[in-house]
């Protein structure tokens, strides 16, 4: 699927998305509309040609306002979002999930580490300091 925007690059804050590939059907309209409401938005389309991918995406968690992780039936097989979330968890980064599918269970790392707030189906994000 075409990638919907160009990602954010600049150094205002920003929303990190951790999603599975497989799940970018679903993930794209979501955040083309955060985009379009006018949130910076940092996702894979980011990445700079000839960057390290494992560091580019590390700086960037680590310098996000927040991390936004769509929860699907992939996701938690997806070896990206479950690193991304745990070094978010670890560099204190406020994470909001959202649950794009019904009745995933997540592994118990990361469900301990995205207990705090949760939003299903449909996000609803309000103003700075992510845009």
């Not at 955040?31 to 590390?58: C, K, M, T, V």
């Not at 690193?83 to 990361?110: I, Q, Y």
Request: charged share 25%.
């Amino acid at each position: 699927m075409k990638r919907p925007f160009t990602a954010y690059q600049g150094d205002d804050p920003y929303i990190f998305v951790s999603y599975a590939h497989e799940d970018s059907v679903s993930v794209y309209p979501e955040i083309q509309r955060l985009h379009d409401q006018g949130f910076n938005i940092w996702y894979d389309e980011g990445i700079s040609p000839g960057h390290s991918w494992p560091q580019e995406l590390a700086d960037k968690v680590a310098d996000c306002s927040l991390f936004l992780l769509f929860i699907t039936a992939h996701s938690p097989d997806s070896e990206f979002c479950v690193r991304e979330t745990n070094f978010a968890v670890n560099r204190k980064r406020e994470v909001l999930t959202v649950h794009l599918d019904e009745g995933v269970s997540l592994p118990h790392p990361l469900r301990k580490s995205t207990r705090s707030k949760q939003l299903y189906r449909k996000m609803y994000l309000q103003h700075p300091p992510y845009r």
